[in-house]
């Protein structure tokens, strides 16, 4: 570890891409980075998407502003496995095993469970199939069209599970949908922050860590956030090194930072914005945890699904068939 | 020195009188430059990319998605909406241009009037999606009704928003076409209103009310952000499915299907287009 610290600091720079500061507390994290380790982080392109990052790491390959690590989506990553170089951090064994590589190319870092936010004015919701009742006319909102985005697919697997549906078959989700748009409480809105403060979409579907109130800027006791018993669905980011990387030492310590398990290491930073690191079970039950960011997150119950990318697959399809059907 | 030289007045300049002459058409080539890289070339690389497999190799089977069930559900939508938004834009944007034009041609009122469609036509998009939310919306000011949201009834309310002001910017010079004479001889031939309507207004407008139509159809099919902000979660229309096929994450984007989506408004468009040219060809005759 001291090696690779001397180092990255023999290198002095690491090139990020993609990094929205006020996203998963990342201005934080560069920050506390640059002033541990005295390296400069140069962070191009704040709000890129995934594919721009790839399509930087090609374009740029062997400048020195070539980007060093990714944070990039799982379908982005698995499509792009050539471009990393494979390396597992000193924590690589509290990394669940279906949320890394085998070989360490990628790693998932920090994401989110589907959630359900919505306004207090409803009370507290605490199941799925109250959603169809009088009082949500209305109300209940996608984050997009399901073929399209994928909140909205994920958001629908979710109502899926929660409906005794299993990963495979996104069916008893997209019935739950035909239900909620025949009880009249299906509103088609595309759900934004302005929406929410507008008081349009009262109730809607999407990743956790996008429904607290602090990220869709309403008053933390106007909104709340809801998961299903046994509809936890999970999607995560996941991070990776360039295998072109022009400061490859600093790239690594970036990843060791990221997954330290310290205090004020990388995963409990994400988990202070609002983000669950990947490692929170593991930190769970060594109590390196930061308890009081923990216990902000919305409460679950049930063991967490991941879709596989068959899975995905199967599901996209079918809504491409079903979906405008039976909600349209 | 630079005053010397322009102070040399009468002096004919060098080139005067030996330009070789211009050919007539070199005054259209900035036009036709303009439409070729525009218009013609983009549509060229649809045609072309619709009918090509994602590895860029020739795929005419493509066509054949045209009949897909689904790929004619979102040309239905977009049909009806089309539909719905430009009869009822066009029937309103008549009546409101009549009542302009039987005013003082002249007066503060019909340069109001003109002057307000003109901004009002060019209103739409996630602006106009959003004051009809905040007004009528699940928790709007006023009068919210479901059937909003039933495509295309609130979608299309939305739209007649754009269309009625447009119908009466191109609709007002044919009512202001009937000549105040031919009202006058009717009368003197002993015809009421409503035969005068009957046998010589409606006539002479029709060609014009038709050809208005088709444009406010043109306008409606082609309208995307609006609907996008009205309602995403379902492609109701072909171009929120070209959307979904240029961007999908979940892994359903397939370029040359978009391309072959926009190849179907191609051809819509040209029909459509095609029948407002002869049109207007029947309408210019009266407004000579």
Known sequence: MSALIAAAK???????????????????????????????VNSTLPDGTSQQEVDAVKTENGTA??????????????????????????????????????????????GGYMAIGYSTKFGTITSLSQLLGPKFKGAVALNGNPTSANAALNGVMMANLAEGGTASNIADGVNFFAKLKAAGNFNPISATGATIKAGTTEVVFNWDYLNLPSYVGVPAGSWKVFIPQNAVLGGYYAQAINKDAPHPAAARLWEEFLYSQAAS?????????????????????????????????????????????????????YLAANWAKAVG | M?????????????????????????G?????????????????????????????????????????????????????LCVLSSVAGAVLGAILAYAVAS????????????????????????????????????????????????????????????????????????????????????????????????????????????????????????????????????????????????SSEVGLSNVNVADLLALGMVILVAIVMTGYALLQRRAARWLR
């Open chain 1, 10 to 40: 023999k290198e002095g720079t690491l090139n990020v891409i993609a990094l929205p500061p006020t996203w998963a507390n990342y201005g934080t994290i560069i920050d506390d980075f640059q002033k541990t380790y005295g390296i400069t």
């Open chain 1, 65 to 110: 502003k070539a980007p060093d690590v990714m944070d990039i989506g799982l379908a982005v990553a698995l499509a792009n496995t050539s471009l990393f170089a494979p390396y597992e951090v000193s924590t690589w064994s509290d990394i669940p095993a279906a949320q890394k590589d085998p070989n360490g190319l990628w790693y998932e870092d920090y």
């Open chain 1, 265 to 317: 290491g990388g995963q409990n930073l994400w988990l202070e914005g609002g983000a669950r690191p990947v490692e929170q079970q593991a930190m769970t039950s060594n109590s390196s945890i930061n308890t009081s960011a923990a216990s902000a997150l919305p409460a679950v119950t049930g063991t967490p699904v991941f879709l596989t990318e068959a899975q995905n697959t199967a599901a996209a399809n």
């Open chain 2, 2 to 26: 630079a005053v010397a030289t322009t102070t040399q007045t009468g002096a004919r300049p060098w080139w005067a009188g030996r330009r070789p002459p211009t050919p007539a058409w070199v």
């Open chain 2, 28 to 80: 259209t080539v900035p036009f036709l430059a303009y439409v070729g890289v525009f218009l013609l070339w983009p549509t060229g690389i649809v045609v072309v990319d619709s009918l090509k497999n994602p590895n860029g190799a020739w795929a005419f089977s493509n066509i054949s998605e045209l009949g897909n069930p689904l790929v004619r559900g979102y040309f239905i939508g977009s049909f009806k």
């Open chain 2, 103 to 246: 005013g003082d041609p002249d007066g503060v009122g019909r340069r109001l009037y003109i002057a307000v469609s003109g901004v009002l036509a060019q209103f739409g998009g996630v602006t106009l999606a959003f004051a009809f939310l905040v007004t009528i919306g699940p928790v709007g000011l006023l009068f919210h009704a479901s059937w909003y949201f039933d495509f295309p009834w609130g979608i299309g309310l939305i739209y007649t928003y754009f269309q009625i002001p447009l119908m009466v910017l191109v609709f007002l010079p044919a009512i202001d076409g009937l000549k105040v004479q031919w009202r006058e001889a009717s009368e003197n031939l002993g015809a009421s209103a409503w035969q005068y309507w009957r046998y010589v207004g409606g006539p002479l407008l029709m060609p014009a009310f038709l050809g208005a139509l088709l444009l406010l159809f043109a306008n409606a099919l082609s309208a995307f952000a609006t609907i996008q902000a009205w309602e995403n979660q379902i492609a109701y229309i072909v171009p929120q499915q070209i959307s979904t096929a240029l």
